[in-house]
């Protein structure tokens, strides 16, 4: 992982620097509106993201020894399980409406009953897992949708005929677009992407290998097929004209830096309690 999480930062700044110059470019290329495959994505990628975040909040919580613990730590931990819940919920709700939240519902139950039967021994390296994971999800998702909200990006599909509303990522725009795209706020709200924010919090899941000593060497596995499934959201984004290049990039990258942070914090805390068997 030494060498793989330098060679992601290294090709999202490559695709950073080819959106910056031929965003416009890429766009008219792969523009298909109303193509089954990033429809499938669109709701996909936050119902993923979603059940992420519920795994990381069931690993924070339900890992305790309820008789135990400390009840000031008991109840902040259930504060941040059930808000953390209840927006994975929200997100169900918003993309697959009824379904979405049925589904919610089912997979909170069935991780909440998982994690409840981890070994005692794994409990407390899977509680340090969970807080990174939600700490990567939240903190990306929150600093995501301020800037999106300064932004103002017009979304590609909004500028049909009109490209002189295009502006280069560097370029805030505040509510300046506004009117041209009919009043819509979601219109102008191309960067950064928040459907590759949901997928980059995917790649947290690797944390769950890295504190099982028996899945330790798979961690990499685990981030390469999360990749792969970021990779394949970010196109999606890109052929239905919501965002582009530069817009999935940055999506991509803020809960990418911030699990290289986590996994780093984490790998001290697990060499720092077990150091037979983890070195930083």
């Not at 060679?7 to 509106?33: E, S």
């Not at 099982?212 to 792969?228: F, Q, T």
Request: hydrophobic fraction near 55%; proline fraction near 4%; aromatic fraction near 16%.
């Amino acid at each position: 992982m030494k060498k793989i999480f330098p060679a992601t930062a290294i090709g999202a700044l490559v695709l950073l620097i080819i959106g910056t110059f031929a965003d416009l470019r890429i766009d008219q290329a792969v523009y298909m509106p109303g193509n089954g495959f990033s429809a499938f994505f669109e709701r996909l990628a936050p119902i993923i993201g979603a059940t992420v975040l519920m795994i990381g909040a069931a690993l924070l919580f339900w890992t305790y020894k309820f008789v135990k613990e400390n009840l000031a730590k008991l109840i902040l931990s259930g504060l941040v399980y059930f808000g953390s819940t209840l927006i994975g919920l929200a997100l169900c709700y918003k993309y697959c409406h009824l379904f979405g939240v049925a589904y919610g519902v089912i997979v909170a139950i069935l991780i909440a009953c998982i994690v409840y039967k981890i070994p005692d021994e794994l409990k407390q390296r899977y509680r340090w897992a969970g807080i990174a994971i939600v700490a990567v999800f939240l903190a990306s998702m929150c600093l995501l949708e301020v800037l999106k909200i300064f932004w103002g990006r017009v979304r590609f599909r909004s500028m049909q005929g009109y490209f002189d509303l295009f502006t280069p990522w560097y370029h805030p725009n505040g509510k300046h677009y506004l009117a041209a795209v009919g009043g819509v706020a979601e219109e102008v709200k191309s960067f950064p992407s928040g459907h590759s924010q949901f997928a980059g919090a995917v790649l947290s899941l690797c944390l769950l290998a890295l504190v099982n000593p028996r899945w330790k060497n798979k961690e990499s596995m685990v981030y390469g097929i999360a990749l792969v499934y970021a990779l394949i959201v970010m196109f999606s984004r890109m052929m239905q004209g919501a965002h582009f290049l530069s817009d999935v990039t940055f999506g991509f990258a803020f809960p990418f830096l911030a699990l290289w942070l986590a996994r780093y914090l984490l790998l001290k805390q697990l060499a720092l309690h077990y150091p037979a068997e983890y070195f930083c």
